[in-house]
């Protein structure tokens, strides 16, 4: 792909993580995003360039061992157990409003494949591959994005510096490549979104400013801003005949 070819939208698939009200303004007392219900026309318009469409959402446990009413602990490492890492405020728990998707969204029953995660009340994932920090335990979805052949997959969500750059990796890791919809995503905070970026460019996922630049993609113009072709020795064969001395 270094020399950019048009993808194929049949071989992809678009993945809309974690965008739940819980993550917005909407639900101030949760863990609200800035900005975080302004994703929907982007999430939206990357699925329609795309064959599949798959989702997933945190779906807590209200008796959840990370729950904590502490400002100071929140974020903080020291919640024992091997499958939850930081103390949260309670958010996401299953039925409340916040675990619902943000308004705009389909249905999860309208998603070709869908991932519900953290349900079990000693476990906290990040990342919606796995339903464990160890990534031993799949979720299923990077199984079934490769039975249908997929190649490729968007990515928005919430929130970039948690379980949007978490899923990323998992899906670059696996063998997809990954095409980051910056548009489609917000962040906790700025300095932590840019390492995020930093670091899913060094792993070498693609990253689109939206929707608009993911389609210019698909058809075989642009290269997003990856890392980018380090040689300049692709096989030019059949092109305008100019040659490198
Ligand atoms: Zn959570």
Redesign the pocket.
Known sequence: MNSSPAIDPARCASFDVDAQRTFTPLCPDELPVPEGDQIVAELNAQAALLRWRVGSK?A?NPQAVWITDDAAKIGQPGVPGPHVEEH?PA??IAGSEGFRLLPGLPHPAEYDFFVWK?VEPDM?PYGACYHDLAERLSTGVIEWLKARDVTHVAVGGLATDFCVKATVLQLQQAGLQVLLNQAACRGIAADSSAQALNEMRNAGVIVCQNAAELASLLAGNGQGSAKGPANGSGNDSGNSGSTSP
């Open positions: 945190d807590h949260w958010h996401a953290g906290h």
